[in-house]
């Protein structure tokens, strides 16, 4: 009767463990405010859905704003503290999000706190090279303008979640989301 008190003790220190280890080494579900996803969303600025005027309710007033040319079409770059969040927005009214960047692991919304950026599988901005080939296998980096894209996922209305790195094997320096290109 005691053997089979601790084999059933052991047991259940077994499962434990397993369910532990599973936790602690699996990607934490990604927080839907705080993902990026290509062709759809940076975070709570969803595509053709947010206006400028709510982006600079959530992030207070922008650094910068200026009209500038994307592909084919005029539209209004917005940036917020040192170009750590860059969306643009459409040239007219009500002025639309339609596509974004971020530079910074963390930044501030005044209505959703601390948002911590990231994909759905959980790679962030600072992380590791290594991380990013292991989250994301078989994605190969474009050299582009002094830098390298990492095209990691296409949705079907033509948007992309793109990765940055300074260097072919970089850290993440930023996400961007949205088409990538706009004609």
């Known amino acids: 009767m ?3 008190v601790s084999s059933g003790k052991t047991r259940h220190a077994v499962v434990v463990a397993l369910v532990v280890t ?4 699996s990607p934490a579900p990604a ?39 994307l592909g084919c079409i005029k539209a209004v770059k917005v940036t917020w503290r040192a170009r750590e969040l860059v969306v643009y927005f459409t040239k007219s009214k009500p002025h639309l999000a339609i596509e ?17 950026m ?15 080939r292991r989250l994301y296998p078989g994605k190969s980096p474009s050299r582009h303008a002094n830098h390298y894209d990492w095209f990691l996922a296409a949705s079907p209305n033509g948007g992309r979640l793109v990765v940055l790195t300074r260097t072919r094997r970089g850290p993440v ?10 004609c």
């Open 2 to 4: 005691i053997h089979s």
């Open 22 to 25: 599973t936790l602690l080494t």
């Open 31 to 69: 927080h839907k405010l705080d993902t990026a996803v290509g062709g759809k969303r940076l975070g709570p600025v969803r595509f053709n859905q947010t206006t400028l005027r709510k982006a600079k309710a959530w992030f207070t007033a922008p650094s910068q704003r200026k009209t500038v040319q």
């Open 100 to 116: 974004g960047s971020i530079s910074k692991r963390a930044i501030k919304s005044r209505r959703h706190g601390t948002l911590r």
């Open 118 to 132: 990231h994909t759905r599988l959980g790679l962030n901005i600072g992380d590791g090279n290594r991380r990013l």
């Open 173 to 182: 320096a930023a996400l961007f989301a949205g088409p990538y290109e706009t």
